[in-house]
């Protein structure tokens, strides 16, 4: 009888703070920064706490577009096609599609018999 290896469990290997992919981590810290902005504009008005609260909110959705993938629901167009992908990459298409000025371009290779 042979030997055969047995796979790792490898699955929160790659999380920092158990939580945190890389990928959501980048997305939390780069949207935090966006919020630090509106704290250090509303510090300068003396309204430290909803500048935090502010900078909290656009660090939680930073964590939702790097972490959770978009839902499938059948009743809405949109999800039915991007059911299952996760939000950045949606987003980063999206961007890509209006910036291209809303063409796709499909390269096929066809095999000619």
Known sequence: MGTYEIPRN??????ILFIFSVKSL??????GAVGLLFFFIFSILNLNVVGIVIALVF????????SF??????SW?????TGGENIDDV??????FRRKGRR???YTKEEKE
């Open 69 to 74: 993938k978009v839902p499938e629901i059948s």
């Open 26 to 31: 980048l997305w939390t810290a780069a949207t």
């Open 10 to 15: 490898v699955k929160g290997e790659g999380r």
């Open 91 to 96: 987003i980063k298409r999206a961007i890509n």
């Open 59 to 66: 660090a939680a959705i930073g964590y939702v577009i790097g």
């Open 104 to 106: 796709i371009y499909v």
């Open 77 to 81: 167009e949109f999800t039915r096609k």
